[in-house]
C-alpha cells in the first residue's frame, strides 16, 4: 500500500503531465489555459483557489496540496504577430 506522500507525488507527475500539454503552445488570451490549469489542478485532487492575473508578465505560487505547490508564470508576446500568451506551469 502506497504512503499517502506517494500518493501525491504519484497525482502531481499526473497533473505535470497535463500541464505540460497545456503549456506547450501559446495561446491567444489567459481565459482559456488558466481555466485549464485550474481544471488539471481539480482532477488531479489538488485545490487552487480563484486568482486574478493581470499584466503582460507575470507569475505566482499557491500551496495546492499537502506537500504540493503551484509555480505558474504568464508572458504576452508582443512581437508576435496576433499578441499571443506564453504560460508555463508546474507542481512540485
Given amino acids: 500500500m502506497a504512503t499517502p506522500a506517494a500518493e501525491e507525488k504519484a497525482r502531481r507527475n499526473k497533473c505535470n503531465n497535463i500541464l505540460g500539454k497545456i503549456c506547450s503552445k501559446s495561446h491567444p488570451s489567459l481565459d482559456a489555459p488558466l481555466k485549464a490549469i ?25 500551496k495546492v496540496g499537502k506537500n504540493t505547490w503551484l509555480v505558474l508564470q504568464w508572458y504576452k508576446l508582443a512581437d508576435h504577430p496576433n499578441e499571443r500568451w506564453e504560460v508555463n506551469a508546474y507542481v512540485s
Fill in 38 to 62: 485550474a481544471e488539471a489542478i481539480t482532477a488531479c485532487g489538488f485545490s487552487m483557489e480563484g486568482g486574478l492575473y493581470c499584466g503582460r508578465k507575470g507569475d505566482c505560487k499557491e
